[in-house]
């Protein structure tokens, strides 16, 4: 069974891409991970955050809901908020490889992204920044490398 060994939650995605390589087509989700927080008592918050990139490996089939709403309202697509990744314990085999189902839930706890992939790795820049909020600037993001 796939595990999940991170925590997803309140991730804001940045941008979404295919990689195609010669034998495979991944897909990547470039997105603000919350290392740490809040980091004091009171407002405004700390939050310690780096970017990060979830990329899933031998992508079969993918579906996108962009049709999300909260409440009444709807929300920008342009970036959502991950509440979590969940992982099917079903193993789905096709063409004789081993393949789940990954879901991931955005912020009106609607399953907004349903993936078929063979696994799912998780790569964190090494260097971080404390901000006042769960999410980083595009300048920001470009301090860190």
């Not at 407002?43 to 955050?49: I, T």
């Not at 490996?57 to 709807?74: A, F, L, T, Y």
């Not at 990954?102 to 696994?119: P, R």
Request: glycine content about 2%; proline content about 2%; overall charge negative.
């Amino acid at each position: 069974m796939m595990k999940n060994e991170y925590e997803f939650h309140d991730c804001m995605i940045h941008s979404m891409k295919y990689v195609v390589e010669e034998w495979e087509i991944n897909f990547l989700l470039d997105i603000d991970y919350i290392l740490e927080g809040p980091m004091n008592d009171e407002a405004p918050f700390s939050f310690r955050l780096t970017k990060g990139s979830i990329i899933f490996h031998n992508v079969i089939d993918i579906v996108i809901d962009i049709n999300s709403k909260i409440g009444e309202h709807h929300y920008n697509i342009s970036n959502p908020i991950i509440l979590k990744i969940e992982v099917s314990e079903n193993i789905i085999i096709k063409n004789n490889l081993n393949y789940y189902e990954w879901n991931i839930y955005t912020i009106d706890n609607k399953k907004t992204f349903s993936i078929l992939a063979s696994n799912m790795k998780f790569y964190l820049c090494q260097n971080s920044i404390i901000v006042t909020r769960q999410h980083l600037y595009t300048e920001e993001r470009s301090l860190l490398n």
